[in-house]
């Protein structure tokens, strides 16, 4: 690819100048600051209607809104980002109801206007958290079509640029798109022209290129070669072009929740928070788990018993499979599955092997196995073959969210990074599940689960739950 660039003098004297803002910037703002007043309408005409007093449909939307912006729900940084979106709306939801008694103690003294703006907290966040997670939708669905998305630009050596890439193709839709790259090693050039993506040039370069093409953000991953003083210069050159300057962590696959910056002596350092995995912290976790799990073992009771009836009508043998696997802290249990193979699956595994999917790792994966049933191939589609293992969540060898249960025989093979996995109990539903499951490499499917060990949290849970829908509907990786 051939660009023209321009070597026109930057004036420092006049300032910054405007940040080139993202397409949908401020659109997507002002469409929440709407939604976010509609929202305060209808909680209050809710509360209306159940108190009758008007006083609070006059004072909540300009309350909530205040809020809202109080704890920076329309800031640039947060647009967009979902988890950290809803996080900011529960916290206003949790102020509302202190503002208001703070207000009635020092101003008002009106008990019916606090009763009723302490109520309205609940249908506030109630209504609010979809109506955001509606707008967050439209919006992805905007960047998948490629619409409103900023240009990026990627500099860094060669290799961690490959992996940046790979994660972003694989993280769905989102508000970067990688316009081109300037390489430390240009050398390597060729491994990046391999993906489809143009080399502009080196580290040197980038003036040229940012003034050249219309770039809204620099991306630098880290390189030997850009030591401070580099880094300073590049932030300066991204300040001058009004582009938005991103540096790309040493440590990946670490949610923003466990970043703080915490200065010391002047100087800004990134505090990465320790990851939650104490039993006190996953209590709520556990508590959550086994009463989801055991109503929706009596909701489903009638469905799984005619799947467990069709399965034996099937092909001879027990309607449920049983196989040892292995839980947190390496401890052996039982799973549960309805079964999908012929009786002889495990004695036909080694004539196999040729055409295991997953050969860049430990795992087991025909696509067309031959040992399925013909009810089993629906089963392992739909993934209604993994019902059963709701009896495990129930009993507390399971999690509804974790990562994949495990084989004996594959956690004999694993490294100490990867038996890390074991630190959290296995679940029914993972970010491996929802990612591609048997279509992922071995290595993506690990460094998934790693991931969610260290960042885990309740509202991830939440989110994968939600994202699991949609990946058994599309049955992507499911054989």
């Known amino acids: 690819m051939t660009i023209e660039v321009t070597h ?33 309408v209808v909680a209050a005409l809710l509360i209306h209607g159940a108190y009758g007093r008007w006083a609070v449909a006059l004072v909540l939307p300009p309350t909530w809104i205040a809020i809202m912006c109080a704890h920076r729900s329309y800031d640039r940084g947060a647009l967009g980002l979902g988890t950290e979106e809803y996080r900011r709306v529960l916290r206003g939801a949790v102020a509302l109801p202190a503002l208001s008694a703070a207000v009635y103690w020092l101003f008002t003294q ?41 240009p990026a630009l990627l500099v860094g050596p060669a290799r961690d640029v490959l992996e940046l890439v790979g ?39 980038l003036n040229d290129v940012v003034g050249a093409l219309s770039i809204g953000t620099v991306v630098v991953l880290p390189a030997p070669g850009l030591d401070a003083s580099v880094l300073r210069r590049m932030s300066w050159t991204a300040a001058a072009r009004g582009v938005d300057f991103l540096l790309v962590p040493m440590l990946g696959d670490i949610s923003a929740a466990r970043l703080a910056i915490r200065p010391a002596g002047g100087v800004p350092l990134i505090r990465i928070e320790a990851p ?24 489903l009771a009638v469905p799984l018993l005619v799947i467990a009836f069709v399965v034996r009508l099937d092909s001879p043998g027990p309607a449920l499979f049983r196989q040892q696997r292995v839980g947190r802290y390496g401890d052996h249990f039982t799973m549960f599955k309805f079964r999908t193979m012929r009786p002889d699956s495990e004695a036909l ?83 491996w599940q929802v990612s591609g499951r048997s279509d992922l490499p071995w290595d993506d499917a690990v460094r998934l689960d790693l991931g969610y060990v260290d960042n885990w949290s309740m509202s991830l849970d939440l989110t994968i739950l939600l994202r699991t829908g949609s990946a058994v509907v599309r049955g992507t990786g499911a054989y």
């Open 110 to 150: 009106d008990a019916d206007l606090l009763h009723d703006m302490i109520m309205a907290a609940v249908p506030v966040v109630g209504i609010g958290l979809p109506v955001r997670y509606a707008l967050r939708r439209r919006l992805h669905r905007r960047w998948a079509r490629g619409r409103g998305r900023s």
């Open 8 to 40: 026109e003098p930057i004036d420092v004297e006049r300032g910054r100048p405007e940040a080139r803002r993202r397409p949908w910037d401020c659109k997507y703002r002002t469409v929440l600051l709407v939604a976010d007043g509609l929202v305060a």
């Open 349 to 431: 595994r080694a004539e196999l092997v040729h055409l295991n999917q997953n050969s860049d790792g430990l795992l087991f994966k025909v696509r067309e196995d031959p040992r399925i049933t013909r009810v089993g191939s629906f089963l392992r589609r739909s993934s209604l073959d993994e019902l059963p293992q709701l009896l495990n969540v129930v009993r507390g060898h399971m999690s509804l969210v974790g990562p994949r249960p495990s084989l004996p025989a594959e956690v004999e093979e694993y490294t100490p990074d990867i038996k890390r996995r074991l630190l959290v109990k296995p679940g029914l539903t993972g970010l």
């Open 167 to 205: 994660v972003l193709r694989r993280g769905g839709a989102q508000e970067l798109q990688v316009a081109g790259v300037c390489l430390s090693d240009p050398e390597n050039a060729a491994q990046i022209r391999g993906t489809g993506l143009p080399v502009l040039g080196g580290v040197d370069d």
């Open 276 to 299: 939650s995995l104490s039993r006190a912290a996953r209590l709520p976790k556990e508590l959550v788990d086994r009463s989801l799990a055991a109503a929706l073992l009596l909701l």
